[in-house]
């Protein structure tokens, strides 16, 4: 079985917790699976790579996109896939669907594809449960509960499951 890294950009543990929950089903499907974060990590040793970032106005944080850019030759010669977490609040029916700027980091996601990336999904995020300054204060003011927290866990484990597959097959 694989040797898998997890490496995950943070800034209110929501995205280290999908990354755990991949590694960890990783693990179940008896990968062996790291979830380390990116700017501790390095893909050196492993069979493949999970790279997962918060987003925020458009933009990874920046120990992902360091991760990326050190890492690009390495991730190159074996299979990785990347995942971007970040979208809160109440679903809007009405945006436009090419009008998903807020979601993926245009820039980030060609640097992944050049290096050549399996797959890049976009998962729901959380408010921050202690929110810091006056803007996280009014984004969890304003956002109705149910609303705050769109991390679908059957998702989550489903892509890890899909990974899992990859590797094995």
Do not use: C
Request: proline share 5%; no cysteine; charged share 35%.
């Amino acid at each position: 079985m694989a040797r898998v890294l997890v490496a995950y950009a943070t800034k209110h543990h929501s995205t280290a917790e999908i990354a755990e929950a991949v590694a960890g089903e990783l693990r179940a499907r008896g990968h062996e699976a790291d979830a380390v974060e990116a700017s501790a990590a390095t893909a050196e040793g492993y069979d493949a790579v999970v790279l997962g970032s918060a987003t925020y106005a458009g933009r990874w944080r920046r120990e992902a996109r360091r991760f990326l850019s050190h890492e690009r030759d390495r991730l190159a010669r074996m299979p990785f896939w990347v995942f971007s977490s970040g979208p809160v609040g109440e679903p809007k029916d009405d945006a436009p669907a090419e009008d998903d700027t807020w979601l993926e980091p245009r820039k980030v996601i060609e640097q992944a594809e050049a290096a050549g990336v399996r797959e890049h999904v976009v998962f729901g995020g959380r408010l921050p449960e202690e929110p810091d300054g006056f803007i996280e204060k009014a984004m969890v003011r304003n956002t109705p509960e149910q609303f705050q927290d769109r991390r679908d866990w059957d998702e989550i484990r489903g892509w890890a499951d899909r990974i899992a597959d990859q590797l094995a097959g």
